[in-house]
């Protein structure tokens, strides 16, 4: 089964993780490791790195990140790039919301890694949308 790690700013990995457990339940390998506020950088990357070796079970770890570009985003390449010479495949992504989480868990037992980037990346995009209303002829606009 492919691991799924959460990374970000602040707490909201950890939070991500709260809001799977209570639709999902409990999940094993998903973890979630934030950078937070005056944290050093190394040490950051190396629990990162802890992290993502404690939710591999030989099927590669998918690493959803906050923003593309920022330091989660950039401790997660050296990662990947690092665990790659001990055969431990990771694939990143990055713009995490809750729609390619749900899938990706969802889907991860019967899925291969680059499946899963691709399923996860789908329901990423289908996930972000402006909801249809329908008013009244009378109406002014106003909700």
């Known amino acids: 089964m492919v691991g799924i790690l959460l990374v970000s700013h602040g707490k909201m990995a950890e939070g ?20 937070q506020a005056g944290e050093d950088f190394e040490d950051f990357r190396a ?6 070796r404690s939710v591999n079970s030989g099927d590669g770890v ?3 990140v906050d923003l593309y570009g920022a330091s989660p985003f950039n401790a ?7 665990l790659k ?6 694939r990143i992504l990055a713009g995490m919301n809750l729609s ?9 037992a019967s899925s291969t890694l680059e499946e899963l980037v691709q399923i996860a990346s789908k329901a990423g995009r289908d996930g972000i949308c402006e909801p249809v209303t329908v008013q009244d ?5 106003d909700y």
């Open 16 to 35: 991500m993780l709260d809001s799977m457990k209570l639709i999902m339940g409990d999940c094993e390998q998903l973890q979630a490791v934030s950078l």
């Open 85 to 90: 010479q001990e055969d431990i495949a990771v």
């Open 47 to 52: 629990k990162l790195m802890k992290t993502i």
């Open 76 to 82: 997660s390449c050296y990662a990947s790039m690092q």
């Open 100 to 108: 390619m989480l749900l899938e990706s868990v969802s889907w991860r």
């Open 62 to 64: 998918l690493v959803f």
């Open 137 to 141: 002829e009378e109406s002014d606009g």
